[in-house]
């Protein structure tokens, strides 16, 4: 249950370049970069429950692990997929509705930080929380 807690975003490493390959547009681009993003994640055993809230939406996301949903991202992407738990790595593998192309996000806690890393098309970024 190490995931829980809440957390915010505090900096990130070729995210811009990641929403480039994804296609999502400069202004769009510009805005995610300063969207001063917060995660709340609650865990009981399989199931998970997350708040996401940034400048631009509030969503709540209920998933049980290895289980496959659908998801937006917030610039309006559809994905299609699933959260595996492997040891203390939550791993992600969804698919573009759009293009069928995979997504992959990896969560890992790392000292006080969540660590987010996104992988499509070659291009991997990352995202880091910091617990608040």
Known sequence: MAFNGTWKA???E????????????????KLAAHDNLKITIEQTGDKFHVKESSNFRSIEINFTLGVTFEY???????LSGAWNQEGDTLKGV????DNGKPLTTIRIIQGD????????????????????
């Open 94 to 97: 969804f698919t573009r509705k």
């Open 72 to 78: 937006s991202l917030a610039d309006g992407t559809e």
């Open 113 to 132: 930080e969540l660590v987010q890393s996104y992988s499509y098309e070659g291009v991997d970024a990352k995202r880091i929380f910091k617990r608040s």
């Open 14 to 29: 070729n995210y811009e370049k990641f929403m480039e390959q994804m296609g999502i547009n400069m202004v769009k681009r």
């Open 10 to 12: 505090d900096r990130s």
